[in-house]
Nanobody
Framework: QVQLVESGGGLVQPGGSLRLSCSAS????????MGWYRQAPGKQRELVALITIGGRINYADSVKGRFTISRDNAKNTVFLQMNSLKPEDTAAYYC????????????WGQGTQVTVSP
């Protein structure tokens, strides 16, 4: 069992920056990957960025060059630095954790709202 607590969302102007944080607790020894998804009203939830325990990183094409994912393994925390924000980045952002080496499980944070508006 893994519990996730995320924070850092808010309202920013286009071109601004935000930094999201997500801390995991519980069965943290089994974490294999941590990352971020987002979902805007009327749209499917989509992958934003993912980092594996070995350091491999995947980004959505729409955020490459603007967003940076990083982690602090000692504190079981993942970050998302979001720069040059655009209105189309507006969404609820969800922390994601995948656990298990034989049986895999997915865990989700409660979501934090990011709104980009002039």
């Amino acid at each position: 069992q893994v519990q996730l607590v995320e924070s850092g969302g808010g309202l920013v102007q286009p071109g601004g920056s935000l930094r999201l944080s997500c801390s995991a607790s519980g069965s943290i020894s089994s974490i294999r990957a941590m990352g971020w998804y987002r979902q805007a009203p009327g749209k499917q939830r989509e992958l934003v960025a993912l980092i594996t325990i070995g350091g491999r990183i995947n980004y959505a094409d729409s955020v490459k060059g603007r967003f940076t994912i990083s982690r602090d393994n000692a504190k079981n925390t993942v970050f998302l630095q979001m720069n040059s924000l655009k209105p189309e980045d507006t969404a609820a952002y969800y922390c994601y954790v995948r656990t298990g080496f034989v049986n895999e499980y997915d865990y989700w944070g409660q979501g934090t709202q990011v709104t980009v508006s002039p």
